[in-house]
């Protein structure tokens, strides 16, 4: 099941038989993510007195732990990410209340990718309300590849969930605007609230990603074909291809995680981006869907609610606590970067932060 989901979904990527052969020799050996015993015990948990010390410290340990592993590969199916340096690797945690610890390469960026998911479907939420979402888009993880066809027929011809593709493409379609610039302008606004900043667009992965994305425009066409979108499905697919292609640092996402913790108020602004009554829902997505076909394993170690993108990038949040932040572009087999969940996992058992073990 798990290798035919590899596959499926490697070869759904455009990756010819070839790499495929090389990349899951080299992909099997990255398979360290989230399996494992916690470290510290729930009792434990309830000791930890978490002081600015105490948190620098451990984030310095897990940057130490794993800065020289280099399991995984860069995502290649977009042209542009198989050359972005593989050796980056910058964490950052963000409290509610906005104080910032990191360490590495806090301030080096790559593209946001699947991460966008999560800020489009978060202004979907407050715009039209939380039904919305979970009727015409769907909260439910579909156990396929994240850019699944077969998913989108088994489930009445709508996507399962905002953070596959097919529910990312309808997302963009539903923001509310007249046309297709006004949409991507609100959803980069919402973004940049999200981040206190206005984020860097990078061009060269959107040249890269916006000429080779016909499988999302035939993704759109079958949701229009469904009566699923919301606009045009081609203008959304090109929206959707922008979104990924704004840049983030570890930085950055410490701060959009930050904003969610801190009931939808930035930290650092101050700016109210989402009203806090649909915090947990978007939280509760994250939960069930955010490291594709890995979220299990993931809630099963950590607890939090998390998103990664094939970018590298990987944003934890812990609720009403903090967000953490990591980028690290080499991917393990299901597209998750594999020194970003190792650094957030390791912080999160250290540092008792598994709401579950509270
Ligand atoms: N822009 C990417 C795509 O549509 C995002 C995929 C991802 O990060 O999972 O394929």
């Not at 009792?43 to 984030?59: A, F, G, H």
């Not at 540092?351 to 579950?356: C, V």
Request: aromatic share 6%; hydrophobic share 40%; glycine share 8%.
């Amino acid at each position: 099941m798990e290798n035919r989901a590899h596959k499926h979904s490697l070869i759904s990527r455009g990756v010819g038989i070839l790499s495929v052969a090389c990349a899951s020799f080299i992909l099997m050996s990255a398979a360290v993510e989230a399996k494992g015993p916690l470290n510290v015990s729930a009792q434990e948990v309830k000791q930890i007195s978490l002081t600015e010390e105490r948190i620098q410290s451990v984030l310095n340990d897990a940057y130490a732990k794993f800065k020289d592993n280099q399991d995984g590969k860069n995502a290649d199916y977009i042209k542009a990410l198989a050359v972005v340096d593989s050796k980056i690797f910058g964490i950052t945690l963000v409290t509610a209340d906005g104080k910032v610890y990191e360490v590495g390469d806090t301030k080096e960026a790559v593209s946001i990718q699947s991460i966008s998911k999560v800020f489009t479907a978060a202004k979907v939420i407050q715009e039209k309300g939380d039904k919305f979402l979970q009727e015409k888009i769907g909260v439910n993880a579909t156990g396929l590849a994240f850019n699944s066809i077969i998913a989108i027929e088994q489930h009445g011809g709508s996507a399962s969930n905002p953070f596959v593709n097919a529910g990312a493409i309808q997302s963009t379609s539903w923001v509310e605007a007249k046309d297709s610039k006004e949409r991507w302008a609100k959803i980069k606004t919402y973004m940049d609230d999200f981040a206190g900043r206005k984020l860097p667009f990078n061009e060269e992965v959107y040249q890269s990603e916006v000429n080779d994305n016909k499988r999302n425009q035939a993704i759109s066409k079958l949701l229009d074909a469904n009566g699923r979108m919301g606009s045009d499905p081609l203008e959304a697919t090109t929206v959707y291809t922008k979104q990924c292609s704004v840049n983030i640092s570890s930085h950055d996402l410490g701060m959009m995680g930050a904003t969610f913790a801190n009931d939808g108020i930035n930290p650092l602004t101050k700016k109210k981006v989402i009203d806090e009554e649909y915090v947990p829902h978007i939280l509760a997505v994250m939960a069930t869907a955010g490291l594709y076909d890995n979220a299990g394993d993931w809630l099963y170690l950590t607890g939090t609610p998390a998103k990664s993108g094939v970018g590298g990038g990987i944003l934890a949040i812990v609720p009403g606590k903090m967000g953490i932040g990591v980028v690290s572009p080499p991917l393990d087999k299901y597209g998750n970067s594999v020194r970003g969940q190792q650094a957030a996992a390791y912080i999160i058992d250290k540092l008792g932060l598994n709401p579950f073990a509270q």
